[in-house]
C-alpha cells in the first residue's frame, strides 16, 4: 500500500462526512450538524486558519482512507503562528500500515512551508494505540491540560 496525502476538496464531503462520523463514534461523541457544517465551510475559507488534508491508497486514489485536521494561530512565545493538530482519524481496515504517520508529517510539510516552528497536540492518557504512534513522531511534553468545567 502506497499512501498518498492532499488537501481536503470540495468533492471530498460525502466521505469526509462518513470517516469523520466513525471518528465521533470512535470518542463515544455527537456534534450538531450545525458545527460540522461550519468546519466544513471554513476548510475552505481563506480568511480562515482551519485546514484538513486526507489520505488514500494510490491503488485506489477515489476512496479516502483518513484525515486529518489543523488549526494555525497566534502564540505569544513564538513570532510566526504555531500548528494544533485537531483531528486524526484513519479507517479501521487500513491501520498500521503508515497512513496516520504520512498524514502528521504532511501536516509537519505545511509547517516547514509556514516557517511554523510549533507543531503540538493532545490525546486521551489511555489512547495507547495512537501513543504507539506519537511516540515515534513526536515527543511528549511535561504539561497537563484541563479546562473550564461545563456551566450549571
Ligand atoms: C491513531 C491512528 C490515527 C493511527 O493511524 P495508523 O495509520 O494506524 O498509524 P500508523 O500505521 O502510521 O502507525 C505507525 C506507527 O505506530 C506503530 N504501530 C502501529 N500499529 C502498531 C501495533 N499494533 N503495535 C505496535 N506498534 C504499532 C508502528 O511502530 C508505526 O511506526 P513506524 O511508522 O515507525 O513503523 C489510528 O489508529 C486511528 O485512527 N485511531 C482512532 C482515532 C484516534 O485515536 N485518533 C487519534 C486521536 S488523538
Redesign the pocket.
Known sequence: MTVTIRPIEQSDKSQYSSLFAA?LV?YKAQLPEKILEKTWERFFDDKEPVYAAVAFDDESPEKLI?FVTYVFHRSTWQYNDVIYLHD???DPEV???????KLIEYVYGEADKHEVAKVY?H?QIF?H??Q??YT?VGVRDDFVSYQRPAKK
Open positions: 471518528y470512535f483518513g486524526l482519524f484513519v491501520r498500521s500500515r503508515g497512513t496516520g504517520r497536540w490525546t489512547n494505540r495512537a504507539l504512534l515515534k
